[in-house]
């Protein structure tokens, strides 16, 4: 009777086993897709030419000759 126990407690372990690798699997998988789609918009987004800002003049403070 024990080894029975034992047996179907060692069968569900490796189903979990298996159930949790392939989970891990397929979100990795996902995490993959993910970054590629992050790095096409990032291309594109790169890709744009934004209009450039002209850098401002610095005022010069007037002295005070008091």
């Avoid at 790095?39 to 401002?56: A, G, W």
Wanted: net charge positive.
């Amino acid at each position: 009777m024990n080894e029975k126990l034992i047996t179907a407690l060692l069968a569900i372990l490796l189903a979990l086993g298996g159930w949790n690798l392939s989970q891990t699997f397929k979100l990795s998988n996902e995490m993959v897709l993910i970054k590629e789609k992050v790095s096409q918009i990032e291309k594109k987004v790169s890709k744009r030419i934004l209009p450039k800002k002209k850098p401002k003049k610095k005022k010069k403070k007037k002295k005070n000759n008091d």
